[in-house]
């Protein structure tokens, strides 16, 4: 498990980005993986808010927000504060995607 950064768009005008953002941090300190150590080496998490990902679709017809995952550059949609803690503990702690919510690569 390395670590990951997450960017949540926040070009909503619902909100729900920043209430994404604000449960998946919550998570990371729940799940205890906000700073972890992998192989002697200490290692962060981190969510950051961002404009739009051109994702648009995502985040103006449902009721979440559009995020992206480094690395690897997983995309996932109409994210909503609920889902945080599955991917966090699926896609962060597990290495696995989280098939739901994935948006394809190419859009
Ligand atoms: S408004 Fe969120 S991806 Fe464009």
Redesign the pocket.
């Known amino acids: 498990m390395l670590s990951s950064h997450i960017f949540v ?4 005008k619902s909100g729900v ?1 920043e209430a994404a953002a604000k449960a998946l941090r919550k998570e990371l300190k729940v799940q205890g993986l906000k700073s972890f150590m992998h192989e002697g080496e200490k290692h962060h998490n981190r969510v950051q808010t961002c ?6 679709k ?3 017809k449902g009721n979440g ?2 995020l992206v995952v480094y690395p690897g550059g997983t995309f996932y949609g109409n994210v909503e504060p609920r889902h945080a803690a599955r991917l966090v503990r699926e896609h962060l702690a597990g290495g696995r995607l989280v098939a739901d919510l994935l948006l394809p690569s190419d859009h």
């Open positions: 768009c926040t070009n909503q980005g404009d739009c990902l051109d994702r648009c995502q985040c103006k927000a559009a």
